[in-house]
């Protein structure tokens, strides 16, 4: 099983140019995340899908939109890329209770 | 609201020695806590819950509502837990998304 993959692992952009991260997980789970980490700072949620069909606001969702498309697939999209949105963004499934399978995540830096 | 506080960015610790990563929670209902671990260049990955009352690679984590805490503890450091350690709380018992401290980082010297 792969578990959660994200696509791609590393990403460049301009300010101002759009971009979607891409997650699909193998494993049934009902719940689907996208988190950021930054230094200092943790992991924050951005938004969330407890189930498929729905998606919710995290902490941080300004500049963000999500789209669950399945039950496998949750992306993060990125409309016009700010250089506060340099972070190391992670997708995480889960079926219930806090047991999170994690993504290996994805890199971006927007310059 | 819910809250978690690690209040050491950076813990260095001698091998072999006792190893303590501090965790504090706000939360006025029933929290479900957790710690997480990211060795270098890795994704995290569930350390242990306390639910499972579990001891995983040797640390153990004990949920003191009183304190509001989730310290993780292992007796004896080893090399390979250096690594960076987010607790994390869902409150509702277990039913909201995580909420992660900003992270420990463990460094075992040899």
């Known amino acids: 099983n792969a578990g959660v993959t994200q696509t791609p692992k590393f990403q460049v952009l301009k300010t101002g140019q759009s971009m979607t991260l891409q997650c699909a997980q193998d494993?049934?789970?009902?719940?689907m995340y996208w988190y950021r980490q930054d230094p200092g700072m943790g992991l924050r949620l951005i938004y969330y899908s407890a189930s498929e069909g729905t998606t919710d606001k995290g902490e941080v969702p300004n500049g963000y939109n999500v789209s669950r498309l399945n039950k496998r697939e949750f992306s993060l999209r990125l409309e016009s890329a700010a250089p506060s949105q340099t972070s190391v963004y992670f997708c995480?499934?889960?079926?219930?209770?806090?047991?999170?399978?994690f993504g290996s995540g994805t890199r971006l830096t927007v310059v | 609201a819910q809250r978690v506080t690690q209040p050491e960015k950076l813990l260095s610790v001698f091998k072999g020695a006792p190893v303590e990563l501090k965790c504090n929670y706000s939360y006025s209902g029933s929290p479900e806590l957790f710690w997480y671990v990211q060795y270098s260049r890795q994704r995290l990955q569930l350390l242990l819950r306390h639910i499972s009352r579990e001891s995983i690679k040797g640390f153990t984590a004990d949920l003191n509502k009183g304190e509001t805490s989730f310290h993780l503890k292992k007796p004896f450091a080893q090399e390979e837990d250096s690594a960076m350690y987010y607790c994390a709380l869902s409150g509702n018992s277990g039913n909201t998304p995580l909420v992660f401290g900003k992270g420990t980082r463990l460094s075992v010297i040899a």
């Open positions: 995480a499934s889960s079926v219930s209770l806090g047991g999170y399978t």
């Open positions: 494993m049934n789970h009902n719940s």
